[in-house]
């Protein structure tokens, strides 16, 4: 039976639930150990997730119960200090006296999968994991397109990867990796989840000058928009741009597609180790994954996914700044021209595309910075330990 110990029982930690008892059935509070870097709110955790938590006592926890499993989710910033000061001594405890080694699940943006191997050692499995963390919205399971990349720090054995797919299964797909490709596709999957800015700008704008409509009917029309290019998608709910206002329903269609086809375009600007159509199929999961929820999610919902995807200075926050600084004004005007019969310009489509790459390429560099890497060399600085997600 495999035993997990969790650092970091926070919004991943919590989330990873329906994955460990995949795993191990209903056996979580004899298996599954959880560690809190604070007092608070600790009782209630513990009875919400169904297994024993304890405070700042990583160390100590790893020592008795021996795991075959780690998982690291902690907030960004504290892993590579987690990883020196308290991973590093236990798996050279471990060596010293013959026990297996367990495996390591990061779920931390960065550091990277192969920084944790250089620092814990080349037999250890260390897998960094960016995994898909919306399972259901409003009652609809969306994992049929939940993707979780996973990138490997070393070789790793097939029956131990079976385990780390098994632990992942309950969120959708998982696709293996190499961590540069991993960061790339981050990129696209950020740009997708800003169609949230988008879709609320348009109804902001649209509201302005009269015209209501919901940001759920604006969701709703991208997905329908998306399925006329990718036909091979599931469709998970019923939708369409029925309840757009009129003006605006080739509007959607044009919007969705450059929007798409401009975080592709990103994508396919750098080289990968991945087939083309595997990086286009995941592109495109990523949009379905990011655009679905604005179908049916209040605003307020679609902020609180956003806050527990996010934390300051990271990845995600470029995104949304660069809609704000480039994108907002000019959509505003394209949605209050079209709404007024005249259309909008002529170019404006293609500025939408060119602006999504160019959001995505904020987020490729944002995330390069995090990671310690220089978007020039593309070289791993294995001191940097000022990363977040």
Known sequence: MEKIVVIGVGFIGGYLRRGMKNLLGSTLRDNVFGVKGSAAGRAERERTLGFDISV???????????????????????????????????????????QPLPDLYSFAPSPSADWLAAQLGSDVHCAKILPNIFDTVCGVDITPIGVNSVSLGSSW???????L?????????????????????????????????????????????GVPVTVNALGSAMCAAQLLFCPDLPTLYPCSDAEVPAPLRSFMIELTRAWFDGLHAFTQSIPLSIPAE??????????????????????????????????????????????????EAP???????????????????????????????????????????????????????????
Not at 157 to 163: F, I, K, Q
Not at 298 to 305: C, I, S, V
């Open 278 to 327: 595997q990086a286009a199929h995941i592109d495109a999961l990523s949009f379905a994954l990011n655009v679905f929820p604005i179908s049916l999610e209040t605003r307020e919902q679609l902020a609180q996914d956003t806050k527990n995807a996010a934390t300051k200075g990271g990845v995600l926050e470029r995104g949304v700044e660069y809609f704000y600084e480039h994108v």
């Open 56 to 98: 700042n006592d990583a160390a100590a926890v790893l020592a008795r119960e021996n795991p075959t499993i780690i998982v690291l989710s902690p907030p960004p910033e504290t892993v590579p200090g987690l990883t020196r000061e308290i991973l590093s001594p236990y798996y050279a405890a471990c060596r010293s006296a013959g």
């Open 331 to 389: 959509l505003a005007r394209a949605v209050e021209e079209t709404l007024t019969g005249a259309g909008a310009d002529s170019d404006f489509f293609a500025w939408i595309r060119a602006q999504s790459e160019g959001m995505s390429r904020a987020a490729y560099e944002r995330s390069l910075r995090l990671a310690g890497r220089d978007s020039g060399d593309q070289q791993i600085r294995l001191d940097k330990s000022d990363v977040s997600d």
């Open 165 to 209: 797919r098994t632990v992942l299964a309950p969120y959708g797909e998982t696709v293996v990796l190499t961590d540069p490709d991993s960061l790339v596709l981050l990129a696209g999957k950020i740009t997708s989840h800003v169609c949230c800015e988008v879709c609320c700008a348009i109804a902001d704008t649209a509201a302005r000058a």
């Open 157 to 163: 054995p097939e029956e131990r990867l079976a385990v």
